[in-house]
């Protein structure tokens, strides 16, 4: 069982930045490809974010391309989501996500982070 803290989260100005942290405990974390996910409020949940297992690769949702910059540190069981230029549209509480792809029932939650940007 793996559990997920995200932590960072607050109001902010547009234009600002700001980082999201997710800790993992209870599993390896180096096995897990990592995503954060947001949903605003009486929207679905969207993906934005993919750190594969390793320390490169990852995705993007169009929407935060070139905005957005997810890492990890597997010595520290940590994912991180650096967001700049932040916009109005990126209020939402944002989740992070562990999964072990090809195990089914290897996918936990973390139970997500307040991020409001005023105008």
């Known amino acids: 069982q793996v559990q997920l803290v995200e932590s960072g989260g607050g109001w902010v100005q547009a234009g600002d930045s700001q980082r999201l942290s997710c800790t993992a405990s209870?599993?390896?974390?180096?096995?897990?490809?990592m995503d954060w996910y947001r949903q605003a409020p009486g929207k679905e949940r969207q993906f934005i974010a993919r750190?594969?297992?390793?320390?490169?690769?990852?995705w993007y949702a169009d929407s935060v391309k070139g905005r957005f910059t997810i890492s990890r540190d597997n010595a520290k069981n940590t994912v991180y989501l650096q967001m700049n230029s932040l916009k109005p549209e990126d209020t939402a509480v944002y989740y992070c996500?562990?999964?072990?792809?090809?195990?089914?029932?290897?996918?936990?939650w973390g139970q997500g982070t307040q991020v409001t940007v005023s105008s």
């Open positions: 996500r562990a999964q072990w792809l090809g195990r089914p029932g290897y996918d936990y």
């Open positions: 750190a594969g297992t390793g320390d490169i690769s990852t």
């Open positions: 209870g599993g390896t974390f180096s096995n897990y490809v």
